[in-house]
Antibody, heavy 113, light 110 residues
Framework: EVQLVESGGGLVQRGGSLRLSCAASGFIFSSYSMNWVRQAPGKGLEWVSYISSSSSSTYYADSVKGRFTISRDNAKNSLYLQMNSLRAEDTAVYYC??????WGQGTLVTVSS | QAVVTQEPSLTVSPGETVTLTCGSSTGAVTSGHFPYWFQQKPGQAPRTLIYDTSNKHSWTPARFSGSLLGGKAALTLSGAQPEDEAEYYCLLSYSGVLWVFGGGTKLTVL
């Protein structure tokens, strides 16, 4: 069974940093591109970032470009999102997702002002 | 920045058929956008229903189908059930460097 489990969310002050992790299991992680998606309270889904299977390509939404960094460790079957210079509008549930099949349960990031 | 549009809300009677659509501000939606459809129920994470326009998973009920229709991606629900009441999101890929979600369709089965 394909499974994704996020961790690392929490309360952080505006301007602070946080690193999210996503542990993957049930599939050959190194063969698939992965994404981070967020959902602000009561709002829709917003794509945040993409990373190719080998980490050779990474892409970001304009709203996080220059502040967030996506990475992965295929040996550890793990996906990461380093979030710096956090803003109030970054408050959301963050999901890791393999769009064709699986989503994690999400981890809540709250940025306080 | 592309904008992806969905009907904000739709209502369907149990057993009836409804089609949700997904349009792009850049023009016709094609298979090259690799349209995805996700279902999200309150308090739950999204779940992938359809990928690459029309591909299903083992967990996708047979009553759901994906297609391209009139320049848009479409999700058709044939024979709606009460448990299909949810928010439905489409996702389009733009040249493999940008992914954009639609605003979601709140489907009510009533």
């Amino acid at each position: 069974e394909v499974q994704l489990v996020e961790s690392g969310g929490g309360l952080v002050q505006r301007g602070g940093s946080l690193r999210l992790s996503c542990a993957a299991s049930g599939f050959i992680f190194s063969s698939y591109s992965m994404n981070w998606v967020r959902q602000a309270p009561g709002k829709g889904l917003e794509w945040v970032s993409y990373i190719s299977s080998s980490s050779s390509s990474t892409y970001y939404a304009d709203s996080v470009k220059g502040r967030f960094t996506i990475s992965r460790d295929n040996a550890k079957n793990s996906l990461y999102l380093q979030m710096n210079s956090l803003r109030a509008e970054d408050t959301a549930v963050y999901y890791c997702a393999r769009f064709d099949s699986a989503w994690g349960q999400g981890t809540l990031v709250t940025v306080s002002s | 920045q592309a904008v992806v549009t969905q009907e904000p809300s739709l209502t369907v009677s149990p057993g009836e058929t409804v089609t949700l659509t997904c349009g792009s501000s850049t023009g016709a939606v094609t298979s090259g956008h690799f349209p995805y459809w996700f279902q999200q129920k309150p308090g739950q994470a999204p779940r992938t229903l359809i990928y690459d326009t029309s591909n299903k998973h083992s967990w996708t009920p047979a009553r759901f189908s994906g297609s391209l229709l009139g320049g848009k991606a479409a999700l058709t629900l044939s024979g709606a059930q009460p448990e299909d009441e949810a928010e439905y999101y489409c996702l389009l890929s733009y040249s493999g460097v940008l992914w954009v979600f639609g605003g979601g369709t709140k489907l009510t089965v009533l």
